[in-house]
């Protein structure tokens, strides 16, 4: 395998974090930080910007997930990658919207 294709898992892994919170607040009907907020990522969006965004940040992630060919690996290594990925995310993300709320 390439150096990029694990790269492009790990990110594929760390795009499908981001989408839980996203969507999860949309369908929620609660606003939730976005890129597109006043302040980005302070302020709150609406839940229809939410839940779009959480569907944008799902598309990535599978875009990325076929680019690194991660469904015909026969290693579990690109899975472990792409879950790195996620879990790295899932982190960040806690720790950043922890100390915003």
């Known amino acids: ?20 919170p996203h969507f999860v607040s949309g369908i929620s009907g609660r606003d939730f930080p976005t890129p597109f907020a006043k302040p980005p990522g302070v302020g709150l969006s ?4 939410n839940t779009g965004w959480g569907l944008a940040n799902l598309l990535v992630a599978l875009v990325l997930q076929w680019g690194s ?20 995310m899932s982190l960040m993300l806690s720790k950043f919207f922890g100390r915003n709320a």
């Open 1 to 20: 395998m390439e150096w990029y294709q694990y790269a492009m898992c790990f990110f594929s892994g760390a795009f499908a974090a981001n989408f839980i």
């Open 69 to 88: 060919r991660l469904q015909s690996s026969s290693g579990l290594l690109m899975h472990v990658v792409a879950f790195a990925g996620f879990a790295v």
């Open 46 to 49: 609406p839940p229809l910007i």
